[in-house]
């Protein structure tokens, strides 16, 4: 297989965990997609250097999560304004964008309305309790994959889990004192 087959064989595999991955670290579409790009563009350039060792969805998402830290950084730093992507407009819009079928229970409504607060309260956590959160209980990888993946040691792994469960839970409870 040459290179260029073997490059389109990842995409074809691994492409929809990717854009997945990029949507729930960007939270926008627009810059899903440049992460999307930017992340296949680097595989490219550095496919001489997968292993066959080495799992490959590991390593792809590892140029993901960098590109995405890479491109985090300098947004920041140029742009030095800190946003809140889901205020309370936000919140109640989806709320409200919630849509009775006729098959559909209330219980289900309320499952979808806790599913969206639980994402908006990980959208608000730091980066470095939010990609492990991600990375754990969106895509299934181990404590020992996200180890490997974010280049840190297992136990900060485990610690910065437990962290943002704590920062995601005192989130949650603060806004439920308002409902």
Request: glycine fraction near 2%; charge should be neutral.
């Amino acid at each position: 297989m040459n290179k260029r087959e073997f490059m389109e064989s990842l995409i074809d595999d691994y492409k929809d965990m990717v854009y997945d991955l990029c949507m729930r670290l960007t939270n926008d579409v627009y810059k899903s997609e440049d992460l999307f790009q930017d992340t296949w563009l680097k595989v490219a350039k550095n496919l001489d250097k997968v292993n066959n060792d080495r799992n490959i969805r590991n390593y792809i998402y590892t140029i993901c999560i960098n590109t995405y830290k890479n491109n985090y950084i300098k947004e920041k730093r140029w742009l030095n304004i800190i946003k809140d992507y889901f205020s309370n407009n936000d919140k109640e819009s989806v709320i409200n964008n919630i849509c009775f079928d006729e098959d559909e229970t209330i219980n289900d409504v309320i499952r979808k309305f806790d599913e969206a607060t639980i994402q908006n309260g990980i959208a608000k956590l730091k980066g470095i309790y939010r990609i492990p959160i991600i990375l754990f209980y969106y895509k299934d990888f181990s404590y020992e994959q996200i180890s490997e993946i974010l280049k840190i040691p297992l136990g900060t792994v485990k610690y910065r889990l437990n962290m943002a469960k704590k920062l995601l839970k005192e989130m949650l409870e603060g806004e439920m004192k308002y409902v």
